[in-house]
């Protein structure tokens, strides 16, 4: 992970800097994640933040399937990396702007449904492979949902792999503010965090507090239901390498 402070603008890039893996979130990267995320709580220099990703094929591809994360025996009890890999998770108030630069699935919507708004480039896909895999789709499916309507949220979701939402498709039902060339995604997720770290900082914060309060008693509500759908409808580990060993790579783009 890379992370860049401007002091003149306030404004801190980071970066998740594993292009080699799409990247895929591993345990290290996720430390990172939120030892960054509870460092900004603390830095005065920082007013917003840019989250994006190495290289132009993806933003985010969700946890790398190279990473085992140990579970307890308990179907009650789910052990999941990605719920304090966001900003919101470890109580940072300030605005983050995500600039998706490719494919953001499965996982990486942990990051963006704690980002206040989206810009995508024109290239940018959304997918979300769980059910393809034999996996529900719980903690990311809730978490756009507060973002996307409910129809387009039950489509991603059910359809796996078979399809992709496109950058056009994504801004068109309010999953991104704004579609920008490739070459342009950066500054201009970079100009927009300036002008949120130009105002007041406390007024900003407030406001970011304000919007999330709107929504959190039903989020919090749905996300405790997530482990036990979790629990009962996984396939086991050996079942889902074998469907993803057999998946299609074609796919629709709409």
Not at 183 to 195: K, Q
Not at 229 to 242: D, F, K, M, S, V
Request: include cysteine.
């Amino acid at each position: 992970m890379r992370v860049r402070r401007d002091e003149a603008t306030g404004v801190a890039v980071l970066t998740l800097d594993r292009p080699e893996r799409h990247n895929a979130l591993d345990l290290d990267l996720v430390g990172q994640l939120r030892a960054a995320w509870r460092e900004f709580r603390y830095d005065d220099g920082v007013r917003a933040v840019v989250l994006t990703g190495a290289g132009e094929r993806a933003f985010c591809t969700g946890v790398d399937r190279a990473v085992r994360v140990e579970q307890p025996g308990s179907p009650y009890s789910l052990d999941d990396p990605l719920l304090t890999v966001g900003p919101k998770a470890n109580d940072l108030w300030k605005p983050v702007v995500a600039a998706v630069n490719g494919m953001a699935c499965g996982g990486a919507f942990y990051l963006l449904g704690e980002a206040e708004f989206v810009l995508a480039a024109e290239h940018a896909t959304f997918f979300d492979p769980h059910t393809t895999y034999g996996m529900v789709s719980a903690y990311e499916t809730v978490l756009m949902a507060q973002r996307m309507p409910f129809g387009e949220v039950a489509r991603m979701a059910l359809m796996g792999t078979a399809e992709r939402v496109s950058a056009r498709r994504a801004y068109e039902v309010g999953l991104v503010s704004e579609v920008c060339p490739g070459g342009e995604l950066l500054p201009a997720a970079t100009r927009a965090a300036a002008v949120l770290a130009s105002f007041p900082t406390e007024a900003v914060q407030g406001t970011v507090r304000a919007l999330w309060a709107a929504k959190e008693a039903t989020r919090t509500q749905a996300l405790a239901q997530a482990p036990h759908l979790i629990a009962l409808g996984n396939a086991g580990p050996g079942r889902q390498a074998e469907l993803f060993a057999g998946r299609q790579r074609e796919f629709r783009l709409r």
